[in-house]
């Protein structure tokens, strides 16, 4: 791949904003990591970019890098 900024979503702040409130909730209800559903991590503000990533995922290139996303323990 010649050019990496066509493969690569530079995280902002609405994203990880959505990220931290669904983390939040469920750390709130004391879900255990496995336990956790796709409804219960709710990521609708950014529904319609987790959608364009998927379908690079299914239909494109078969990847996308998230920059921006750090662990916090």
Same mark, same amino acid.
């Given at each position: /791949?010649?050019?990496?900024?066509?493969? $690569?979503?530079?995280?902002?702040?609405?994203?990880?904003?959505? /990220?931290?409130?669904?983390?939040? =909730?469920?750390?709130?209800?004391?879900?255990? $990591?496995?336990?956790?559903?796709?409804?219960? /991590?709710?990521?609708?503000?950014?529904?319609?970019?987790?959608?364009?990533?998927?379908?690079?995922?299914?239909?494109?290139?078969? /990847? =996308?890098?998230?920059?921006?996303?750090?662990?916090e323990?």
């Amino acid at each position: /791949f010649s050019d990496r900024d066509s493969y $690569t979503v530079a995280l902002s702040d609405p994203h990880l904003a959505a /990220f931290d409130s669904a983390l939040a =909730v469920n750390r709130a209800a004391g879900r255990a $990591t496995e336990d956790i559903t796709a409804d219960d /991590f709710a990521l609708r503000a950014i529904a319609s970019d987790m959608a364009a990533w998927r379908d690079e995922v299914l239909y494109g290139r078969g /990847f =996308v890098v998230l920059r921006g996303l750090s662990r916090e323990v």
